[in-house]
């Protein structure tokens, strides 16, 4: 209950920003307006994307637009490994952020007993609620804190982030670079991509993912 009443904080910070600035942000950086942003910075416009998609942390940046805009000015195939590295350093950022300065924070919240059952939790099913997680929002940003928070394994967080990230990446630069306009399409693939590759990468992970799973 208190890992419930941890991710509602989780959540309503996160939504402090939009509930201030977020039509704003939504005027700035959707559609042609994230184009000439993007634009604006020349050779070094795919570091805008990226510094965007990290910024989407603690500000309300419209990601999928960004990566739609990314997808329009750079292709599908190289939108896309813009908009993927941009979404995975965003999430790996959350990660490592709460790992390392909110462990004190989330010991208060919860209870040293009751955080080390949502650590044993969460490593057995963060993975596939971080892949699935990509596509929605606000709630990758809550996922990557709550998985720092608790201490997931790292290697098993960093795959599972790179199988939500990548397929929302590409299939959103698709969207750009087609010049279309409704991403139900986007937001169809890329809620049934994740779960599906983490099942099929998962098995590679033989052995260490089973240690990983057990790690204090």
């Known amino acids: 209950m208190r890992l419930l009443v941890t991710s509602v904080l989780l959540a309503t910070l996160f939504c402090i920003p939009f509930l201030i600035w977020g039509d704003d942000f939504m005027r700035w950086f959707t559609g042609d307006a994230a184009i000439e942003w993007i634009r604006g910075w020349g050779a070094w416009g795919w570091a805008a994307v990226v510094i965007l998609l990290v910024s989407d942390l603690f500000l309300p940046i419209p990601a999928t637009p960004v990566m739609s805009a990314a997808g329009f000015l750079y292709g599908t195939m190289l939108g896309g490994l813009i908009s993927a590295t941009g979404s995975f350093a965003a999430g790996m950022a959350g990660y490592w952020l709460c790992r390392g300065f909110g462990r004190g924070i989330a010991l208060k919240l919860t209870g040293e007993k009751e955080l080390a059952e949502n650590e044993t939790l969460f490593r057995r099913s963060g993975p596939w609620l ?56 986007a937001i169809g693939l890329s809620m049934i991509v994740p779960p599906i590759l983490w099942v099929l990468v998962r098995p590679l992970l033989g052995k260490q993912f089973g240690a990983s799973n057990k790690a204090p």
């Open 130 to 185: 971080v892949a699935a997680s990509r596509w929605m929002p606000l709630l990758p940003e809550v996922v990557s804190c709550l998985a720092g928070l608790t201490r997931m394994p790292a290697k098993t967080f960093a795959v599972s982030l790179a199988c939500g990230s990548i397929p929302m990446g590409f299939v959103y630069a698709a969207i750009g670079a087609a010049g279309q306009e409704h991403p139900g399409m």
